[in-house]
């Protein structure tokens, strides 16, 4: 993992059979989108997340493309219905080959 990307996901702990949850993911990265320069004039080469996927059981819940043009530290808030007790699995994928990923279970009661 690179140094100073984290991923961040809020998800709550418990959940109802069949409800449709908020989930909320953060992660600190600096998306440079390739199109500044340095002080020297070089240009600084692009570095993105360029996709972001969340599955819940192994089941795609959501599969997002990135573009250059998206902020720093890229927000994003879902919300997806939990049908039973399971863990989300969230994976940012970085355009130098990284991939950063956290998981977070989900209790029904």
Do not use: C
Not at 71 to 89: L, R
């Amino acid at each position: 993992m690179a140094s100073g990307v984290k991923p961040r996901v809020k998800v709550p702990k418990k959940a109802e059979a069949g409800e449709a949850i908020t989930i909320k993911t953060l992660i600190s990265h600096k998306m440079e989108s390739g199109q500044r320069k340095d002080k020297e004039g070089n240009k600084i080469p692009r570095s993105i997340i360029n996709r972001f996927t969340a599955e819940f059981n192994g089941q795609s819940v959501i599969d997002v493309t990135l573009e250059p043009a998206i902020s720093t530290n890229p927000y994003i808030q879902f919300e997806a219905t939990v049908p039973e007790a399971g863990e989300f699995k969230f994976t940012w994928y970085d355009d130098d080959g990284d991939v950063y990923d956290q998981s977070k279970k989900v209790a029904i009661g």
